[in-house]
């Protein structure tokens, strides 16, 4: 398959500058066959190291939920006012990691950017499970978690709906349609790799990726059908991926509490969504080159694509919470523009500065093309970065409780207890181990994806080649 | 009862955004006026309350750690300063008697996934225990946080036996995971209306009131029926010159007209809590006049 006369030809063109490429054009088919399919095999030790760590803290996670649950809500140090806690700040925070992977899917699948194709199959199963995270913490956080169904509009024989005028139920609403439709995006962009594992699998795999792969033979209508299928599920997911953050910033925003009742707030979640999503995709493409030995596709020009999208994406959070803090600020709204004061100069005065700095001047490491193309200290902006967005997510809810309209409520120095953490530090646990688990069983880099994407670097090239005569030529004297 | 049924009857089952007046024509819109001049913050009707309700006593360490359930709660402000500067602290202290103010657009109403809490016609808003999942948005939104939520399996723990035989059985004891609030002891204002049902008549003023407004010796608490303009309620509503379905009340709006205030305008005292949030409240307040060194 390799073309040794390809680099000849590139050094016939006078105007031609090298640029590190996305991916490397020679790589024959069955090589990335190979490559992708022993991830699903034998991972680098790293591999295990993450998924028991992260095993073992999913278990305390459950075990704090198991305490919690038999106990009552109490346990986890939440009081009056603080009625919500660092659970719902995660559960923003989830909501929102999983919206990168719809970016990276669905909107570049449309714009055409084809440097995500490597990359945007673990994207979309990092939405997924963010997604299951997230619904997890609100089962979390219910009172009564065995009734959590109230919230579904269902036929019911006693006449009772959901209140359809809270946020919560169209929270419920919006993320149920959303999880059901990145799953189905997820499993369908996956069918035809599903189909090659198929073909190479023995065993009790083998059935399992014949059952998985739906009957995919590779054949010219099924591709047709799939490539409209796939764009269709594309357009329906961009929509569900903007509302459902926007829906979820409503909880705060249709509510009256000072630092809350902003209408900034829905493109504000969806860039602080975008934002952390994007972050999160380069800490999990840095484990994943590394464990999987995917360094030849997930390459470093890809990462430095990932890292000036993060950085437009942090500018527009900054903009947009600058924009919030402004018209707090220049509002009329004495008691907003007091909760704000609060979250810059009391308790929390520490976590709220922290948050601007990570949130907004440490993305600008990512415009040194060295940091870009760093690894390990990619992995540390992008944690950081995450950490801020985290830290975002705590710094809406916490200070608004602490600091909200009735004077006599105004309490300092409320902070979370092991319970809380712990069943966050399993959400964390959790979320890895789920992720981990999908890329050994499902190939986690798009085979059919990645040889298209080669196979576009090639094309041009044979197009240089068969024009490469003229190109070298002289321009003919016009005299 | 069938899906079609169901979606046919869809515009009856819609709930409707809480708004004052929403149940101008009904015979009661229960109401209070809370003197703070006469309150002397000696707690009876916070521990009348405990009484009645069956509110679960949380201990010390729960307390501290603001997981009480005092549905009516008594707080303390002092003046600038004096916290400090005095000897007794608590000398220089004014009391405000705060629970849950049943606001007329309820802050809490809209907000509540499940309809767990809605506006009943008499205009109380009402807490259903079996409805409640616990999300906790009500309390969240509730600009007064008044609302109070089951941390822990009180019907356990708080009640030892024989002290369970002490709770009032017309009130539902709480479990855990439920949000519950003072109801304004709706199951003494349901008593009188039947008994008034039955006897064709409407309820009395002074036939029924609160526990909290049974209890205060100084009688700063007064409870009635609005809807009647003959209760004490009415008429110190009235003398306020404060309206339940106004903002801002026509009273401010003519001192802001008018600018200095006649004598009449000094002698107001009545106002509501947080009302430019235009949450339209029950309870009226009459501001302390008697200074703290009287």
Known sequence: ?479 | MSFDNLTANWSKLRVKRPQPDMYKDAPYKWAMVIDLDACTGCNACTTACYAENNLPVVGKDRFLAGQAMHWLRIERYWGEGTEHTQEFPEQGAQFLPMMCQQCEAAPCEIVCPVGATHHTPDGLNSQVYNRCIGSRYCSANCPYKVRYFNWYNYPETAWASPLEQQLNPDVTVRSKGVMEKCTFCVQRLTEAKNKARTEGRTVRDGEVVTACAQACPTSAIHFGNLADPTSTVARMWMAQQVELAAHPQSKDEQREKEGPLDENAETLRGYRILEELRTFPSVVYLERIRSSEA
């Open chain 1, 1 to 479: 398959m390799s073309n040794p006369h390809d680099e000849t030809e590139i050094a016939a063109e006078p105007r031609f500058v090298p640029k590190p490429k996305d991916i490397d054009s020679d790589i024959a088919w069955a090589e990335i066959n190979g490559d992708v399919l022993r991830s699903l095999e034998r991972p680098r030790p790293l591999f295990w190291v993450i998924f028991f760590g992260s095993l073992g803290l999913f278990l305390w996670g459950v075990y704090c939920e198991i305490y919690q649950y038999n106990t009552g809500l109490g346990v986890a140090d939440l009081e009056n006012p603080h009625v919500w806690g660092l659970y719902i700040a995660t559960f923003i925070f989830w909501i929102g990691m999983s919206h990168s992977g719809t970016l990276l899917s669905a909107i570049l699948h449309l714009m055409h950017a084809d440097w995500r194709k490597p990359i945007y199959r673990f994207a979309e199963a990092m939405t997924t499970f963010s997604l299951m995270t997230a619904g997890l913490f609100v089962l979390v956080h219910l009172g009564r978690v065995w009734q959590f169904y109230y919230v579904v509009a269902y036929p019911s024989e006693r006449w009772t709906w959901p209140n359809f005028s809270s946020p919560l139920v169209w929270d419920a609403t919006a993320i149920g349609s959303y999880l059901t439709t990145s799953v189905i995006f997820l499993y369908f962009g996956m069918i035809p790799d599903l189909a090659i594992c198929r073909d190479k699998a023995t065993g009790i795999r083998r059935l399992f990726y014949r059952a998985m792969s739906v009957g995919w033979m590779g054949t010219d209508r099924q591709w047709a059908n799939f490539r409209i299928t796939y764009l269709t599920i594309a357009c329906l997911l961009i929509p569900l991926a903007v509302s459902v953050h926007s829906i979820v910033a409503t909880d705060f925003a249709v509510s009256q509490q000072p630092g809350w009742h902003t209408t900034s707030f829905p493109p504000y979640f969806v860039a602080g969504a975008l934002y952390s999503g994007c972050a999160a995709i380069i800490t999990l493409f840095i484990i994943l080159r590394y464990t999987f030995r995917f360094e030849q596709y997930m390459t470093i020009p890809i990462l430095e694509k990932l890292c000036k999208l993060t950085f437009a994406i942090s500018m527009v959070w900054t903009y947009l919470n600058l924009i919030e803090y402004a018209s707090v600020w220049y509002g009329t709204d004495s008691f907003a523009k007091q909760a704000l004061i609060y979250r810059a100069t009391g308790t929390y005065a520490g976590w709220w500065w922290a948050m601007n700095i990570l949130g907004s001047i440490v993305p600008f490491t990512l415009t040194f093309k060295a940091m870009r193309t760093n690894i390990p200290a990619m992995m540390i902006v992008s944690l950081l970065l995450n950490l801020g967005m985290w830290i975002e997510r705590f710094m809406i809810i916490s200070p608004t409780f602490a600091h909200g309209y009735y004077p006599w409520t105004w309490i300092d120095g409320w902070w979370p207890n092991w319970v809380q953490v712990g069943i966050i530090l399993g959400s964390f646990g959790w979320f890895t181990m789920l992720f981990m688990l999908f890329c050994k069983i499902f190939p986690s880099v798009s085979m059919y994806e990645v040889k298209e994407m080669v196979y576009h670097r090639r094309a041009p090239k044979k197009h240089r080649a068969a024009h490469a005569q003229p190109v070298g030529q002289a321009q003919p004297d016009p005299s």
